[in-house]
């Protein structure tokens, strides 16, 4: 019976077990881990839901327009009425008109700046995000124009930030990526130019060209670059096409800002301020029809597919230029700084 007593006390007992606290738990690496690849898988759904939505406002509004144009010609043709496209669309421009009305754009763009950047999204400088939108437009022959929203921190200095965006857009990125490339005027702070260009997006291939003017605005806090570009596409996917255009414009405002050791990156230690640059950016797209694309024999899908596939395209190639030209930059300014002072 005793030994029975202290077997009961033997399993009911119940060792404490003290641990101590070394630094981080291993799962809270991986927890963290686990959230950033929710939220790249959340945003990446979400761009994937734009896009299917843009895709198919766009599918929607293109077919309703090939139907009806043939039903317009035929009514034309029994009535003898002719129609006529207005004289103020860029389909019927001549290359001086093009250029002037980019111009014009570009010199006044930055008074629009504040209106552009109003949004609560970019009220604070520090989050970062990249959105691509559907947005009705009443002014697009397709209804519906396609803009991006991005705000960044760039871990760079503001001189050399401003020095190699301007290069890439304006100077560098076009002479490397163009199999044409004619620049109508350039100076220290403008850049008109026409080009032509091939791109590849995956299985998805296209040959463009286009006419671009580029301004350089330097402002009291901050620098712009503001642009109105017009883009043909003349072949997708070994695919012959005319009557379509995009008509494009944008909006890049850097500034320098300073970050002290409490706002870095926990992990990282400095005992002096850093410099780095804030990043906001507004684009948008809207797409022009000639009347000669309904006698083309070419999907809806395939202009659906240009619209979405050359945006991630001209992203991605001019991300990776802007990375290339930032780090050169970075070197040519600062880097034999650093190797004096070793």
């Not at 002479?175 to 080009?195: G, I």
């Amino acid at each position: 019976m005793t030994q029975l007593k202290v077997s009961q006390r033997e399993k009911n007992f119940s060792p404490v077990i003290k641990t101590e606290t070394k630094g981080p738990s291993i799962w809270k690496g991986i927890a963290e881990r686990q959230q950033k690849e929710r939220a790249r898988a959340e945003e990446k759904n979400q761009k994937l839901r734009v896009s299917l939505e843009g895709q198919l406002k766009l599918a929607t509004k293109l077919e309703r327009l090939l139907r009806k144009r043939p039903r317009d010609e035929e009514v034309d043709e029994a009535t003898g009425y002719k129609r006529c496209k207005p004289l103020d669309v860029s389909m019927g421009l001549t290359d001086d008109e093009i250029f002037a009305d980019q111009l014009a754009h570009v010199q006044r763009a930055h008074l629009d700046a504040d209106k552009v950047f109003g949004g609560p999204e970019f009220a604070d400088r520090a989050v970062s995000f990249c959105d691509l939108h559907v947005m009705n437009d009443t002014g697009s022959d397709t209804g519906v124009a396609f803009v991006t929203k991005a705000c960044s921190m760039l871990p760079f200095d503001f001189q050399v930030t401003q020095t190699a965006f301007w290069r890439a857009f304006a100077e560098d990125g076009p002479k490397k990526m163009s199999y044409f490339h004619d620049e109508r005027l350039s100076t220290e702070n403008l850049v008109a130019r026409s080009y032509a260009l091939h791109f590849t997006a995956g299985s998805f291939r296209m040959n463009v060209r286009g006419k671009q003017t580029y301004r350089k605005f330097v402002g009291d806090d901050c620098t712009m670059i503001l642009w109105k570009s017009l883009t043909e596409p003349i072949e997708i996917n070994g695919i012959e096409l005319s009557g379509l255009r995009c008509n494009q414009v944008g909006w890049i405002v850097l500034r320098g800002v300073n970050l002290t050791s409490g706002d870095v990156q926990s992990g990282i230690d400095t005992s002096m301020t850093m410099m780095s640059t804030s990043l906001q950016s507004y684009c948008k797209m809207t797409l022009e029809l000639q009347d000669d694309i309904a006698d083309q024999d070419i999907q809806v899908g395939a202009l659906t597919n240009f619209v979405v596939n050359s945006h991630d395209a001209i992203t991605d190639m001019c991300g990776k230029l802007i990375n290339e030209v930032l780090v050169e930059e970075d070197w040519n300014i600062n880097g034999w700084l650093e190797n004096i002072a070793l």
